[in-house]
């Protein structure tokens, strides 16, 4: 049974030559994938001045559709720009391209595996990932092989058993106190307790963050939304924001409407 009574005092050494080193190492192998990451970054390649005019016509209309319901643009303007933006949306005027030749919709969007700036957006998520992963293993290595069995540190509080496989990896002992954490459990918390203290060092935008270790790049890409690197078919991306255009002017009301009779009645007159 477990006895919860039986008390463990450990030798200081413990503390300075595996304790201390462990969560040195570690700070500091996060500080130095931080600043590898930063060296790997290629720097960004510049965008041609017809696909920013593509992704902001459809960023343009996306805010006016966003302030239809309370517009501060009066009718006539408001239905002036939106007429424009379905037209041009609708003759594929801002297309970087071009408009479309022929039957627009049979048309498919570029593969990635064949455009040379999405290989390079995936060979700088792999260099990324591989620079963020081979490290943790290699310090889990070192601490298995040296520090196998070690009891290092007991926590100040009170813990439920359901904590021990947790906090006592590698230390097959049933009596001991939950509180007890072994030397491999201490490599786990400092995995996933250190990112505070690196964004406290490097700041919030950190490549040192361990979170980003417990997923793939396959699994991330799977994850995440699309990316600029990404090609995207904006052909049918404006035709379904003209859709929306004329969805949102039924909506439309200008938020300056009456405001001679509102302004009167708010003031008793």
Do not use: C
């Amino acid at each position: 049974m477990s006895n919860s009574n039986v008390s463990l005092y450990l030798d200081p050494q413990i503390r300075d030559w595996v304790l201390f080193p462990i969560t040195l190492v570690m700070i500091l192998v996060g500080v130095f994938r931080h600043y590898v990451v930063l060296l790997l970054q290629s720097p960004p390649k510049k965008v041609p001045r017809a696909a920013i005019r593509e992704q902001r016509a459809l960023v343009r209309s996306q805010i006016l559709r966003a302030t239809s319901a309370e517009s501060p643009i009066p009718p006539t303007y408001y239905k002036s720009i939106s007429q424009h933006l379905s037209q041009a949306f609708s003759n594929g005027t801002y297309l970087k391209d071009g408009p479309p030749k022929g039957d627009s919709e049979k048309s498919t969007p570029p593969n990635p595996l064949t455009d040379p700036a999405a290989m390079d957006g995936m060979m700088s998520g792999m260099k990324t990932q591989m620079v963020m992963m081979v490290p943790q293993m290699v310090i889990m290595g070192w601490i298995n092989f040296f520090f196998q069995g070690f009891v290092l540190i007991k926590l100040p509080f009170p813990l439920t058993l359901g904590f021990k496989s947790m906090l006592q990896r590698g230390v097959a002992t049933p009596d001991m106190d939950v509180r007890w954490v072994s030397s491999l459990s201490w490599y786990f918390l400092n995995f996933f307790g250190l990112n505070g203290l690196y964004r406290l060092i490097l700041g919030g935008d950190n490549s040192a963050d361990s979170s980003r270790d417990m997923s793939t790049p396959f699994a991330a890409a799977a994850m995440a939304g699309p990316q600029p690197g990404q090609p995207q078919d904006y052909n049918k991306l404006f035709k379904a924001e003209r859709d929306n255009l004329e969805f949102a002017e039924g909506l439309y009301s200008w938020v300056a409407k009456d405001v001679e009779d509102r302004v009167l009645r708010k003031y008793g007159r």
